[in-house]
């Protein structure tokens, strides 16, 4: 499943992803507009995956970001777009989502 996303950081210096065939663009506008270079927010959202994983669900398993809001139980995290009702929710596996996750966060500096 991560093979279906290039990360690379652009001209700019920005972090970037492109989804390959198999890969979900809003997964990757979740990435980009949502995530960007925090890694406070990164690391929040890894820690929530990794407990729900390890079976640790709680009510605060929803995170809301700039553009979309995370879900997140054991077996699958679901990103819902909270400035457009209409537009389509994107799920993946939460294991999947860690995954991406993980690749994400080596690419960000040890700062906030």
Known sequence: MTDSYSIFRDDT?????TPGPGGDVL????????I???????????????????GRHSEQDRTIGNIYRLDVN?????LTNIHDEQAPAA????????????????????RP
């Open 13 to 17: 210096g920005r972090l970037q992803i």
């Open 27 to 34: 997964v990757a506008d979740f990435l980009q507009t949502d």
């Open 36 to 54: 960007r270079d925090s890694t406070v927010y990164c690391d929040l959202v890894l820690a929530m995956l990794k407990r729900n994983m390890a």
């Open 74 to 78: 054991r077996d699958q995290a679901t």
């Open 91 to 110: 799920s993946i596996a939460s294991a999947d989502l860690l995954a991406l996750m993980q690749q994400w966060r080596a690419h960000l500096p040890d």
